[in-house]
């Protein structure tokens, strides 16, 4: 056989599995869910899958809603093309999960009952502050449920091998995009609407353990190819990636040095802190991870959950520093680079390698390869069903219960609502990610980060432990930081004025960072503490009752 | 709902308790130092990687440079402030939570743990 032939073959061996186990993973996760909605009764199980969760379930299932594929194929891929700096981010990520862990889980869970806002809104004025609480829900969601439904449209062709000029069930690679767009689109709708939380959690459990388990696989191979000797394995994949030692250190990404232009050089450096700080504080403002802990008997069980979220979350970082390295050995950046110039494929191709060395040739790389595509487009469909569902559950209960009905809306037409907030917001992601798939939208993750670090972040944090703090104080600091965000972020090189702008052709910028963080979180906390101070409004009362309830677990739903 | 002036001044009461005062200073005094304490760690570890790439650079043991320490040093801290977290809430924190928590729901008539049905609940509608 000539080695074409055989590689076309591979494809398409490799593109009927792919499908194969994904329809299965779907087939499974609709039976579940389903089965979810026979069991959910309540506004509680619908919004809080019934409180029952176990902590390790919730810890897996937190894991399944925090590692999206841009932790999963964008972290292998940064680390595949730029080595250290691609560690350096998900180092943000996991370290962000103290904040959850001694700050905001235990004390939300014991004071809130469905969404961020129970908690913002407790001693303030309801249907401002759930208004604003809402919106800043539904724009972080929104944001990052575009990034990642472009981003499974943008996969699409890459995992099943969709090549420019040939088609695919009649479909050339632009309408292949699209198809997976609403599919995908389509499914998270079902999962939300039908199953609520209960079924959600089970998806993101599901999803999670087919991650660990296929990154695990992987991770072995690659460190069994060097004999478990990491240092090889660093050392091979420098000198692969031709840059060397300088591929194993910080600044081929992040912070790069211009010489000779020392301002480059500078706002650079600049960019890299900025986009430390809102990884590290937005986790804990991310409303989907928050409405998480919900799902839980109790706040020791929600402290439970993150410890093994924690433990999840950061074993699975340190199988992609072998991912990531390991594809840059053995798969190479210019064959990377070939295929996506993002690196998103280097997970994939790295499966597809190690197949063929390990598992049998050309077919045993064919399995791998679908089985870890497989279980990127599950990585995709949890997260952005935990974002359709946070972000409809909040304009259920925040903004129709309590800002439209003024808290007359009976459970049942509570819940009758969240459903149809499930349809209408992924249909609006459907139809805005549509619109932007040509658009380089990779930027939308950090930005949601930053809005929840700058608006939703302080508005917690003040909320729990500041007595002083108010309905003002609250609004402010919310819609304060969620504009400097997306102000800044609009302004800035990543919408217009560079090469890889979301508008290449057009230059409005004037915002020198990437990353607003390092400005938008301290106008978030600062809009915060002016709101608070020029209101006279303050309840000691209600303050008294949200502390003893934060802390003690009484009364708590 | 009619109870709602009593229930009032009982959380005031509590709060200004010795007992809940001092389960608030053990929470404090360890989660804000200890969030201070991993926040300054990270941002060295960030300024590090930004502005001192030589120091980073240095190698150790074979291609393991100080870089790739300090980056696994932040997963070790990470996993062992969460463990001494843990830790110290079950043995500190948890016990005087529990006894006032228990005390609260006794005189409320309710029954502990996970209250998920309290049937009368303190709260008007509204602020849920």
Same mark, same amino acid.
């Given at each position: ?16 599995? !792919? ?9 499974? !996760?609709?039976?579940?869910? /389903? ?6 009764? !309540?506004?509680? #199980? ?15 299932? /937190? ?10 194929? &964008? ?17 943000g990520f996991?370290?962000a999960?103290?904040v959850a ?39 972080v969601?929104?944001?990052y ?11 699409? *062709? ?6 420019? #000029? ?38 993101? /459990? ?27 394995? @660093? ?25 000779? #232009? ?11 802190? *900025?986009l430390?700080i809102a990884l590290v504080l937005g986790t804990a403002g991310l409303?989907?991870i ?35 390295? &390991? ?118 993750v950090a930005l949601a980060f930053a809005v929840a670090a700058s608006g939703n972040l ?27 965000a ?31 963080g390092?400005?938008?979180i301290?106008?978030?906390? @600062? ?6 101070? /020029? ?16 802390? !003690? ?5 | ?16 308790? #010795? ?27 960030? @300024? ?20 790739? @320490?300090? &980056? ?57």
């Open positions: 056989m000539i080695p074409s032939l055989a590689a076309e073959a591979s494809t398409s061996t490799s593109r009927t599995l !792919t499908i194969t186990l994904f329809l299965v993973f779907v087939a499974i !996760t609709l039976g579940i869910t /389903i089965w979810a909605s026979r069991q959910t009764k !309540t506004a509680t #199980d619908y919004y809080a899958g019934g409180r029952s969760f176990s902590g390790f379930q919730n810890g897996m299932a /937190i894991g399944g809603d925090y590692m999206s594929a841009a932790s999963f194929l &964008g972290i292998a891929g940064l680390i595949a093309l730029y080595g250290y700096d691609g560690f350096l981010y998900s180092i996991l370290v999960w103290l862990l001694l700050l905001v889980a235990e004390f939300l869970r014991n004071s809130g009952r469905y969404t961020m806002a129970d908690v913002l809104a407790f001693r303030m004025r309801q249907r401002p502050v759930r208004t604003a609480a809402s919106v800043s829900t539904i724009v969601s929104i944001f449920l575009i990034a990642q439904m472009v981003g499974a449209g943008a996969l699409v *062709s890459l995992l099943l091998g969709i090549k420019p #000029d040939t088609t695919f069930l009649g479909m050339d690679a632009d309408t292949a995009k699209i198809a997976t767009i609403i599919l995908v689109g389509a499914l998270m709708i079902v999962y939300v609407v039908v199953g609520g939380m209960k079924g959600t959690t089970y998806v993101q /459990i599901v999803k999670a353990f087919m991650l660990m388990s296929g990154a695990l696989l992987m991770v072995i191979l690659v460190l069994a190819h060097y004999k478990f000797n990491l240092s090889a394995l @660093l050392g091979d994949a420098a000198e692969q990636s031709g840059k060397g030692s300088a591929f194993l250190e910080p600044g081929l990404r992040y912070g790069v040095e211009t010489a000779g #232009d020392a301002a480059k050089t500078f706002y650079s450096k600049m960019d890299l802190l *900025s430390g409303p989907h928050l409405t998480r802990f919900y799902t839980v008997p109790t706040s020791r069980i929600a402290r439970k959950s993150v410890l093994w979220a924690i433990g999840i979350i950061g074993t699975f970082y340190l199988f992609t520093l072998a991912l990531g390295f &390991g594809a840059a050995a053995l798969v190479g950046g210019k064959a990377i680079t070939a295929q996506d110039k993002a690196g998103n494929t280097a997970a994939p191709q790295l499966a597809q390698a190690l197949g063929i060395d390990y598992l049998g040739g050309e077919t045993g790389g064919a399995v791998l390869l679908a089985v870890i595509a497989a279980v990127a487009f599950a990585t995709i469909l949890a997260v952005v069903a935990g974002l359709t569902l946070a972000s409809s559950s909040s304009l259920a209960h925040d903004f129709y219960a309590s800002v439209v009905k003024r808290g007359e809306a009976s459970e049942r037409d509570e819940v009758r609502v969240a459903r149809i907030a499930a349809f209408v917001i992924g249909a609006i992601a459907i139809v805005l990610s549509i619109f932007a798939q040509s658009l380089n939208v990779a930027f939308l302080p508005a917690i944090l003040y909320s729990l432990f500041w007595k002083r703090f108010n309905t003002s104080g609250a609004l402010w600091a919310i819609y304060g930081g969620l504009t400097s997306v102000v800044l972020v609009f302004f800035s090189p990543v919408v217009s004025g560079s090469a890889t702008a979301m508008f290449p052709d057009s230059d409005w910028h004037w915002f020198p960072l990437n990353n607003p390092i400005i938008s301290p106008v978030g906390f @600062l809009c915060g503490w002016i709101g608070t101070v /020029i209101s006279k409004e303050s309840d000691a009362d209600k303050y008294a009752e949200l502390e003893v309830r934060a802390l !003690t677990g009484h009364g708590a739903h | 709902m009619t109870t709602e002036a009593t229930t009032t001044e009982k959380y005031l009461a509590v709060q200004q308790s #010795d007992e809940f005062a001092g389960l608030r200073r053990k929470l404090r005094n360890f989660v804000f130092p200890m969030t201070v304490a991993f926040f300054l760690w990270y941002a060295l570890y960030v @300024l590090l990687s930004a502005y001192a790439r030589g120091f980073m650079a240095v190698k150790l043991v074979g291609n393991i440079n100080i870089a790739l @320490l300090l &980056g696994l040093l932040q997963f070790v801290s990470t996993f062992t402030i969460a463990w001494y977290y843990s830790r110290y809430a079950a043995r500190e924190l948890d016990p005087i939570a529990d006894k006032i928590g228990s005390e609260l729901d006794t005189a409320a008539g309710v029954t502990r743990p996970g209250a998920a049905t309290t049937p009368d609940d303190p709260e008007p509608e509204a602020a849920k």
